[in-house]
């Protein structure tokens, strides 16, 4: 039996050429050899598990990290035909690959483009050189152009850019600096993700931030980067369709979306999470026990109930500015979203925090997406 289900493919490639200073990603640099070794196993992976998805429609494919441009061109494209050869992959379907700038050159992107590949995310994060080197990121602005520039020749027309705020010695100044410059590009990018550093415990900056090493903006101006960027990006003709990203008209991320959505995904590669017939899972997080067994690597199995689902369908829905929807609720779980929680949607909405932009929808206000974390804690039912 063919069906039509929709699905995506995620595939982690761990490595980079310098970990960063905030990150508490699963990578680090690694030797050709392991690259190689590691490639191939993401290709048996992928093969193995194509039999149970032969029901899907594959309409997302994204190649994450790390930073999948340091990988060897030929075992990418060798990943991508394995991919076409084994998957029901939509005429359509969104191919998106990470890059950061100093690790894709115009022969590098050329091929990509080549191979399918038709979505570019550009990790740019700041544009002043000396906030990057605080970062700890290993390229610069003109780095940074240069790549975006060679990007546009070899035939890229959805790219995305990724900016972070509240950076360790960053004014307001500074900050609106670095949108100013991405919007100034020509032409400008199509989508920019724009986030507020996340002290992560394990990373360096956790560990500079308890000393009292890390000078931070504080909470004010924090506040007002996030403001400014809302309002500077929709005056740039950006809508925001979730808490964190912004695009022009017909360029929201598909695959991102497709997680806000419960879309059901395969992940692929060391730490990668999937869900799938309600049941969410992770592979291992040890390279080299992937490498020697990438078939039989999954753990953390977790069939989800009715209300564990209920509360994805929630927290998840609600990050995306155009909310939730009251019928598709109903049609997945044979009750209405006033049965399960009618009482937390008439308080929320009393407070502010939520309204119905439309019949039939429930959405997040202005100031609900504000205190998002907050309004999430209250749809919880386990």
């Not at 050709?32 to 191939?40: L, S, V």
């Not at 992928?46 to 039999?51: F, I, K, V």
């Not at 869900?275 to 753990?299: A, K, M, S």
Request: proline content about 3%; aromatic content about 10%.
């Amino acid at each position: 039996m063919t069906g039509n289900r929709e699905l995506e493919l995620y595939f982690h490639i761990p490595f980079c050429v310098r970990k960063c200073l905030y990150c508490d990603f699963l990578s680090g640099p690694g030797s050709p050899e392991e690259e190689r070794r590691y490639m191939e196993a993401l290709i048996l992976e992928a093969e193995a598990r194509a039999e149970e998805c032969r029901d899907f429609l594959v309409t997302s494919v994204f190649l994450g990290g790390g930073t999948p441009s340091t990988a060897d061109t030929a075992q990418l494209e060798a990943l991508l035909r394995s991919v076409r050869t084994s998957y029901r992959l939509a005429g359509d379907a969104e191919l998106t690959i990470e890059v950061n700038p100093g690790t894709a050159d115009g022969e590098k992107l050329r091929r990509y483009r080549a191979a399918g590949i038709n979505r570019l995310s550009i990790g740019l994060q700041s544009a002043d050189d000396g906030e990057l080197r605080r970062l700890g990121r290993i390229h610069t602005w003109e780095q940074f152009a240069e790549t975006y520039r060679e990007a546009r020749e070899a035939g890229f027309s959805n790219i995305n850019v990724d900016v972070m705020s509240a950076l360790p010695g960053q004014s307001l100044e500074s900050y609106l600096g670095t949108l100013e410059k991405v919007l100034s590009l020509a032409p400008p990018p199509e989508h920019i993700s724009a986030y507020s550093l996340i002290l992560e415990e394990g990373t360096p900056f956790f560990e500079m931030a308890g000393k009292g090493l890390l000078e931070l903006p504080d909470e004010d101006t924090d506040r007002a980067m996030y403001h400014e960027t809302k309002r500077r990006l929709a005056k740039a003709g950006y809508g925001r369709y979730e808490i964190s990203n912004y695009a022009r008209e017909g360029f929201a991320c598909e695959h991102n979306c497709g997680y806000w959505r419960r879309r059901e995904y395969l992940g692929f590669g060391t730490g990668a999470a999937s869900l799938i017939h309600n049941t969410r899972f992770q592979n291992c997080r040890d390279r080299e026990r992937y490498v020697r067994d990438p078939v039989g690597c999954r753990e953390d199995v977790q069939v989800l109930s009715v209300e564990e689902q209920m509360e994805e369908f929630m927290f998840l829905g609600l990050r995306l500015t155009e909310g939730v929807s009251l019928e598709e609720f109903g049609r997945c779980f044979g009750r209405s979203m006033e049965q399960v929680y009618g009482e937390v949607i008439r308080r929320k909405i009393r407070e502010g925090l939520l309204y119905r932009p439309e019949e039939g929808k429930l959405a997040l206000t202005e100031l609900g997406l504000d205190v998002s974390n907050y309004v999430m804690q209250a749809f919880l039912l386990t």
